[in-house]
Nanobody, 117 residues
Framework: VHVVESGGGLVQAGGSLRLSCVASGDIFRIGVMAWYRQAPGNEREFVATITTGGVDDYADSVKGRFTISRDNSKYAVALDMSNLKPDDSATYYC????????????WGKGIPVTVSA
């Protein structure tokens, strides 16, 4: 199973950006989906997650600004980001679970997001 992110880029502070992620390959099921991010010199940190039933959760730093959504029929997850801040600049990674457990089994290679002041 492969996971590929798209939609990153450069945006001004206060702007919006939509990240997308699609899984392909020999897929039996996709469970939990999530976005993480890693800024240079920092550890990878949790951004948002969404269960198969659509229950979502967010890091405090992005609550009210980011929205995660999924399309189970397309094995896809998206992250809509608004009111972006320079601190949101990072490489964003999509992760997906392949079992009913809330474990992220496969990851994309990441996509950079840069927010200019």
């Amino acid at each position: 199973v492969h996971v590929v992110e798209s939609g990153g880029g450069l945006v001004q502070a206060g702007g919006s950006l939509r990240l997308s992620c699609v899984a392909s390959g020999d897929i039996f099921r996709i469970g939990v989906m999530a976005w993480y991010r890693q800024a240079p010199g920092n550890e990878r940190e949790f951004v948002a997650t969404i269960t198969t039933g659509g229950v979502d959760d967010y890091a405090d730093s992005v609550k009210g600004r980011f929205t995660i959504s999924r399309d189970n029929s397309k094995y896809a997850v998206a992250l809509d980001m608004s009111n972006l801040k320079p601190d949101d600049s990072a490489t964003y990674y999509c992760g997906m679970g392949l079992t009913p457990n809330n474990v992220l089994d496969v990851w994309g290679k990441g996509i950079p997001v840069t927010v200019s002041a």
